[in-house]
């Protein structure tokens, strides 16, 4: 709350330069629920009891039509650790790929169309595994996203771009530091860091039908003669991301992880969808899911490092799909039980977008159907790119040279190490 009014209220920079709120006589009115607040902290005590002090957990909920944050709890205990985690951040994994997927779709791409899924090898040595160490054939990127294969996600960032998956993940409201001499397809996989209210409020925009609105966790301020200087009660002021049929079909994707895919029998008894994150080595395990009216992601690692979760309450290896869907799945289940159950939006077909994209970029003229046998982005297959090749001239008695354009020189990652980096 501090952190926000220091940016929000009159006359104030940050929270370190806030002469209005060190004044006093304000009267400040929160978002949280207190019914919401109280079954996040419950939830989280329940699964961090017993673990070790330096494990740490946040659990943060945002209501996708207002952006209004309903609960937050930053960790397990203030008097150890006075660090908001919920506001910390941290490399989201496997939850990051939604936005890789949203950006593709927005490309006019279809969630059908097919890529490989075999292990990935980029032309600098760069290795991209699947975590299950297998390598598939081609999938649909629908089933990849609910089996959250690597191996496809990393060929579709290539697709439709490294900084266009970027600034998609901004504009949905999840603020990362990208460098593009040291991120390649590893942002694919979540290796740039954000923070759980960030994410939860980035997920709200899929519940939301595209558009957002900025997180809040102030109702209205009033000042010590009672005049009210901030006013969140009206209508929320929402920005429009993507289309909402992009939207909806991101949506109807993820809803497949909670019932065939990487968080499978972690629903809540309604609709609802989401996405696992698991960080390389298991140093930090997600779950991001919503519904129409409530988005929450929770967060689980160790607080002063990237250490493995491993051997935790049973669990040898902790993914996102473990720990953390089970808080999501309890915690939804409770703060949801006496909201009226509400479906989502059926998804209109991302190939009827294509075209309208396509339309729109010939100023409206269309000339007919396209004149090729299918549409290149349905259930096309993929290849990787042929590696380059060329064969020595052959002698003659005169003197000739031959020169092979060097085809090898972009890199997706920075190889100012000695070792290429190997993506699990």
């Not at 304000?26 to 419950?42: G, V």
């Not at 209508?235 to 049929?245: I, S």
């Not at 989401?274 to 409530?294: C, H, I, M, R, Y």
Request: proline share 8%.
């Amino acid at each position: 709350v501090r952190k926000w009014l220091g940016t929000h209220l009159p006359g104030c920079t940050d929270e370190s330069s806030c002469p209005t709120l060190d004044a006093g006589g304000l009267e400040i009115h929160t978002t949280l629920d207190s019914n919401a607040q109280a079954l996040a902290e419950q939830e989280l005590h329940r699964s961090t009891e017993g673990l070790q002090p330096g494990i740490e957990m946040a659990v943060v909920s945002v209501e996708p039509p207002t952006g209004k944050v309903r609960a937050m709890v930053g960790g397990r205990d203030f008097k150890v650790s006075q660090v908001n985690t919920a506001l910390r951040v941290r490399q989201p994994g496997s939850s990051f790929k939604p936005f890789v997927l949203t950006t593709a779709l927005t490309q006019g791409i279809s969630p059908d169309a097919s890529f490989s899924g075999a292990t990935l090898n980029l032309p600098d040595g760069t290795v991209v595994r699947n975590d299950d160490l297998r390598s598939y054939g081609y999938l649909p990127l629908r089933y990849a996203m609910w089996k959250s294969v690597n191996a496809v996600y990393g060929r579709l960032i290539q697709t439709v771009g490294v900084r266009k998956a970027m600034e998609m993940a901004n504009g949905l409201g999840a603020p990362m530091r990208y460098d593009a001499r040291k991120h390649g397809v590893s942002v694919a996989l979540g290796a740039v860091e954000v923070s759980p209210l960030n994410m939860a409020s980035a997920f709200s925009v899929f519940a939301n039908h595209g558009q957002r609105a900025e997180p809040t966790p102030i109702e209205y301020v009033t000042d010590h003669d009672g005049k009210v200087i901030i006013d969140n009660r009206g209508a929320p002021k929402l920005n429009k991301v993507v289309e909402p049929v992009v939207a909806d079909n991101v949506t109807d994707v993820l809803r497949g992880v909670l019932i065939s895919g990487t968080a499978a029998g972690k629903g809540i008894d309604r609709p609802a969808a989401g996405k696992t994150g698991t960080s390389q080595d298991f140093g930090n395990a997600w779950f991001v899911g919503f519904t129409p009216t409530l988005s929450t992601a929770v967060w689980m690692g160790y607080r002063d490092c990237n250490c493995p979760l491993r051997g935790i309450k049973g669990i040898s290896e902790v993914f996102g799909g473990t720990i953390p869907a089970s808080t999501w799945q309890r915690y939804m289940k409770a703060v949801l039980k006496d909201v009226p159950v509400t479906d989502f939006a059926e998804p209109a077909p991302i190939a009827s977008y294509a075209d309208a994209r396509r339309r729109a970029a010939r100023g409206g003229f269309d000339p007919g159907p396209a004149r090729y046998p299918s549409d290149p982005f349905v259930g096309v297959f993929v290849e990787d790119p042929a590696k380059p090749s060329a064969q020595a001239p052959e002698q003659t008695t005169s003197t000739t040279s031959s020169t092979v354009p060097d085809t090898t020189s972009t890199t997706v990652f920075d190889t100012s190490t000695t070792q290429p980096p190997v993506i699990n």
